[in-house]
């Protein structure tokens, strides 16, 4: 499974995500921040038609919302 966090710096609920991830030591989970990497953002909105963050693509579908990617997250533990 292919996981990819689209996010930037000073969103909180990006923060959010990313704090969990860290905490749960996943290290399945790719990062792009989209105001550092323009390819990113471009990416971000042709895929999920939207420039929101934070966005969690699992296997190229877009999840939005923090708390949804959170349960997921949650749910769906690293496999070893």
Known sequence: M?????MFDTCPYCKMVEREIK????????????YKDPESLDRLVKVGGKEQ?????????????SSD????LR???QQA
């Open 75 to 77: 749910a769906n533990p």
């Open 23 to 34: 905490t749960e030591g996943r290290t399945d989970v790719e990062f792009h921040n989209i």
């Open 2 to 6: 292919k996981l990819e966090l689209f």
């Open 69 to 72: 990617i959170l349960k997921w």
């Open 53 to 65: 963050c934070p966005c969690l693509f699992i296997d190229g579908k877009p999840m939005y919302e």
